[in-house]
């Protein structure tokens, strides 16, 4: 419930979501560069402002590039995922062959074994998503399953821990003891889930290329940071 309360309503998301990839069609490369579009990974630590950039990130990148950008988030990845029509019809593109994919599942840990069906319908929607380019991915590992693709930009926010408290306790009327018992709670909830299935830690500064602090710079400056780097790369 508390997930629901951060971030807006998924049902304009996902008909925007099934819109792009139909109109794009997954795999679509720019012809004079022979490349597929940019997209962007967001890491984040629990109480940071994280959807909050993502709207204001695919604002901006929409302005600047005059095409349209989507928002992946945990709540829309799972709406996907309850729905196997709707994965098949946004995700079929991505055909049962892809060298990359098949790369990556290689290296899951051994304990990937009893999610393997769940873990691997979110490594395609991951997948699909980055390759297709104009996507926002927030969380969920993304930074590391798409960590050698090269259309791929990659960043973090932190912030200190009473920054993330206040905000949590902000955000969902909690007091701030409740507030800070959930935000180290979700947050070793988060490592544990990279580590356990990917083997790797979420907080390693090499896999990104910028780290951001969100107790120094607001969502906006965070935003316009981010736009700014990626337009420049292109």
């Not at 998924?10 to 795999?27: K, Y």
């Not at 402002?49 to 709540?75: R, S, Y």
Request: glycine residues 6%; hydrophobic residues 40%; proline residues 3%.
């Amino acid at each position: 419930m508390a997930d629901r309360m951060l971030v807006p309503s998924i049902e304009q998301r996902l008909a925007s979501l099934i819109e792009i990839t139909r109109r794009n069609a997954f795999g679509h490369l720019e012809p004079d560069k022979g490349k597929s579009p940019p997209a962007i990974t967001l890491s984040r630590e629990f109480g940071c402002e994280g959807f909050p950039v993502a709207e204001k990130l695919k604002t901006l990148l929409e302005k600047k590039t005059g095409q349209v950008w989507e928002i992946m988030d945990k709540e829309l990845l799972k709406e996907v995922a309850r729905h196997h029509n709707l994965e098949e019809d946004i995700f079929k593109r991505l055909g049962e062959k892809n060298l990359f994919l098949d790369e990556f599942l290689s290296t899951f840990s051994p304990r990937w074994h009893s999610d393997k069906d769940y873990y691997r319908l979110l490594t395609r929607q991951i997948v699909a998503l980055a390759t297709g380019g104009n996507a926002i991915i927030v969380g969920r590992g993304s930074s590391i399953v798409t960590q050698k693709m090269s259309n791929c930009f990659h960043f973090r926010i932190i912030a200190p821990l009473d920054f993330r408290t206040r905000t949590i306790a902000r955000r969902l009327h909690l007091s701030h003891g409740e507030a800070e018992e959930m935000v180290l709670k979700r947050q070793k909830a988060r490592e544990t889930f990279i580590h356990d299935f990917l083997d790797r830690n979420i907080a390693d500064p090499t896999l990104y290329h910028l780290i951001l602090n969100n107790g120094k710079a607001n969502a906006d400056r965070i935003a316009e940071t981010i736009s700014g780097f990626v337009t420049a790369s292109l």
